[in-house]
């Protein structure tokens, strides 16, 4: 049963690029969360997703970012004209229920870097 | 809202010894969660151990155990016999039983150096 899969690992972008990152939940798992680590912090909740509905995303920043998970398909969490700020770690965590937090799967990231 | 402070950005500890992390938070709510997540160099988030708030009796996992004192808002992390694995970023956080027990809240880490 494969982990949460996150690609790519690592992204390059120029600013003003568009960056698209990536997460597949584990098998059976219908719950997405997508966090952010800047460097030498702590990660940060973005948002938290069901199929095919947005269902918190009280963390997101307002403009340039927004995500998805589709009914087919993994999630993504897009960002249009990147800014140097924008570079971290970006996490997806998975689930199979809401409100189980030791139930809850980490991927191992998309490094972002921007140019 | 709710914070998460842990106040050592760095730790250090030989191998086999005993080293203690810090953790404390705020928070209004009397039902949460509390976690010690692990990160290594592959930035893998690894779960080592939780706390449900209810709970009086302090969390243990192997090596690993919490000190957990709920009127102090205090949640520290205890980890035994000290191996060169346990060398990570660690991080506290916290979840909110109302907001959501999956939407968490982190501290600022602590960096765990093993000597050996």
């Known amino acids: 049963n494969a982990g949460v899969m996150q690609n790519p690992r690592h992204l390059v972008r120029r600013r003003g690029q568009e960056a698209r990152l990536r997460c597949s939940p584990m098998?059976?798992?219908?719950?997405v969360y997508w966090y952010r680590q800047l460097p030498e912090e702590g990660l940060k909740f973005m948002v938290y997703?069901?199929?095919?509905?947005?269902?918190?995303e009280s963390g997101m920043p307002k403009e340039r970012f927004s995500a998805e998970f589709p009914k087919e398909g993994p999630s993504i969490l897009r960002i249009q004209q990147v800014v140097r700020g924008d570079s971290a770690a970006y996490f997806c965590?998975?689930?199979?229920?809401?409100?189980?937090?030791?139930?809850?799967?980490f991927g191992s990231g998309t490094q972002l870097s921007v140019l | 809202a709710q914070t998460v402070t842990q106040s050592q950005p760095e730790m250090s500890v030989q191998e086999a010894e005993t080293v203690t992390l810090s953790c404390t938070y705020d928070?209004?709510?009397?039902?949460?969660?509390l976690f010690w997540y692990k990160q290594p160099p592959s930035r893998q988030m690894i779960l080592v151990i939780r706390?449900?708030?209810?709970?009086?009796q302090n969390a243990t996992e192997n090596r690993f155990s919490v000190n957990f004192q709920k009127a102090a808002k205090s949640f520290s992390l205890k980890i035994s016999d000290s191996q060169l694995g346990d060398a990570a970023m660690y991080f506290c956080?916290?979840?909110?039983?109302?907001?959501?027990?999956?939407?968490?809240?982190f501290g600022q880490g602590t960096r765990l150096t093993i000597n050996p």
């Open positions: 965590a998975s689930s199979a229920t809401w409100g189980t937090p030791e139930k809850l799967f």
């Open positions: 098998k059976g798992h219908s719950h």
């Open positions: 997703l069901q199929k095919e509905n947005i269902i918190d």
């Open positions: 928070t209004s709510e009397s039902d949460y969660y």
């Open positions: 706390q449900e708030a209810y709970k009086q």
């Open positions: 956080a916290y979840s909110s039983l109302i907001q959501g027990a999956q939407k968490l809240v």
